[in-house]
């Protein structure tokens, strides 16, 4: 039997090369799409240079007034509480629903239920009007026993609290799901691999089950930020002076309603954009010793 | 090729076996239900020191459930196994045991290695890391002496050069020394293997039996789940070939696996060498 010659190996085909190659099909389609979406985006642009509608004098003006900036600063505080009483509370209430003590177990359950389904408006108007069910908050035994502590709802209820324990304990029954998910998402294996090492429980979850569950808990938990950067504009119900309400207050004086509307969403988007590039990094960070292939689009003519 | 691995007679100093006469492992009745599946019916084994046991029967014998329950990653639901004397997971209080906390079963772990079938390396690790981390949180070992012991285990399973890869970018059979290396760096006083060769192909499975056999003949006390004839044949001292969660055939390896009493165990080791060829 006669086998073929063997071409000499070389590094890659050179042009003269025998080597058939697969080439993607032109697509004429594309250009027209490209052409479409051009046309749409300098409509836009045109609109927005030229329609006086928009008063962007105005907009710029407010842009960096003291009123915006404070709601500002208020709005970044809240939202970073909330999501840090969040997270909190999201672990706690995982770890709990993953016990296998059927009390946890219960507890965890319920808070999720009961926070997970009421409406967060509701929650905060509750909280917010916490003095007319109990006019003293303590601390101390229920049923007639003795009271260690005692202050009267109003003083320890501001809009400040009232909002970040509305929008906290809900975020915290949210996050608990999210955290929840991630922790499941970790093969068994890796416990009992890093028990059998001798690893006590706290450590099993710090050191070995955590850090991989991060890699499914940031992308939904950005999303939880970014969510909440902007729903902490529902507080301006219970009067906290935050971003959203900090425009309506002055465009309900001088009803320049749409350029203040525009300033409060550039604010929201400048904000989200620094989040979005921060949780790119994070999610990278916890990638690491994954090698994630993640594959670029790519426009070809 | 396979680079030949050889673990040198010094690392006997390391694991510095203990030549006793009480048995390091005392398996004493056990019984094991999952669900409605009685998976351990009354098993009795010992172990002594410097021996190697491989665990050998059909799947579904019982023999990782076994190994399990060796370790406490499960509890028997019957009888006590005894490491060092020490009951496993429990403590004697009279004539009752009381279930330890998981704290000091976790102490109790520290001392005996486990391999898994699926290697089960920390992924978010590199290879130093994964050996490295529980002589120092567990043992509280220094960085310096950790990773110094952890070069020369690499050393040993010959990977010295990927102790700053991830355990992804590494084959099955490089994956499963790391973690022999990485059960090694707790100086344990016993090894289990969980069928340490099942989820790798020929070629590598031979480069791990290769620092097994290492393992044995610096005189490490083993307890193998396998389905390699050859490799128990070779190696092992004991042979205990189980079926529907009993131990049906025990004894020195040789006499075992060559001319085996039990018809069944007769049958299954003429199965696994038909497999093997």
Known sequence: MNTSAIAPTQEWPGPDSQADQIVDPP??????????????????????????????????????????L????????????V???????????????????????MCAHGFVWFFRGTPVLVQLVFWYNL??????????????????????????????????????????????EIIRAGLLSVDNGQTEASKALGHKPFQTFRVVVLPQAMKAIVPPTGNQFIGMLKFTSIASVVALHELMHSVETIYNRTFETMPLLIVAALWYLIMVSILSVAQYFIERHYLKGWQAEVVQPQLQP | MTKPVSITPDIAAIIAPRVESTPLVQISNVWKKRGNNVVLKGVDMDVHHGKVVCLLGPSGAGKSTLLRCINAIELPD?????????????????????????????????????????????????VLENIIDAPIRVRGESKATATERAYELLERV??????????????????????????????????????????LDPHLTDEVLDVMKGLAAAGMTMIVVTHEIHFARQVADIAAVMADGVIIEMGP?????????????????????????
Request: a positive charge.
């Open chain 1, 27 to 68: 697509r004429y389609g594309r250009w027209f799409a490209v052409l479409a979406v051009a046309t749409a985006l300098a409509w836009v642009a045109f609109q927005l240079l030229t329609n006086p509608g928009f008063q962007w004098e105005i907009v710029f003006r407010y842009m960096l007034s003291p009123s915006v």
């Open chain 2, 158 to 199: 010959g990977l010295a050069n990927k102790a700053k890869s991830y355990p992804r970018h590494l084959s099955g059979g490089q994956q499963q020394r790391i973690a022999i290396a990485r059960a090694l760096a707790m100086r344990p006083k016993l090894m289990l293997f969980d069928e340490p060769t099942s989820a």
């Open chain 1, 131 to 176: 003095a007319a069910l109990f006019p003293e908050i303590g601390l101390g035994i229920p049923f007639g026993g003795p009271k260690f502590i005692e202050i009267p709802a109003t003083v320890a209820i501001s809009s400040f609290t009232a909002a970040m324990l509305g929008l906290g304990l809900n975020e915290g029954a949210y996050m608990a």
């Open chain 1, 83 to 105: 999501m840090l009483m969040g997270v909190v509370i999201g672990v706690v209430v995982a770890l709990m629903r993953m016990s296998r003590d059927p009390l946890l177990n």
């Open chain 2, 253 to 277: 390896s040789k006499d075992v696996l060559t001319r085996p009493s039990d018809p069944r165990t007769r049958k299954f080791l003429a199965r696994s060498l038909q497999e093997d060829h």
């Open chain 2, 78 to 126: 019957r009888g006590i196994i005894y490491i060092d004397g020490e009951a496993i997971g429990a403590r004697r209080e009279g004539a009752r045991f009381i279930r330890l906390p998981e704290r000091e079963i976790s102490r109790q772990r520290a001392d005996i290695g486990m391999v898994f079938q699926n290697f089960n390396l920390f992924p978010h690790l590199s």
């Open chain 1, 70 to 81: 404070t709601g500002i600063a208020m709005t970044i505080q809240l939202t970073l509480l």
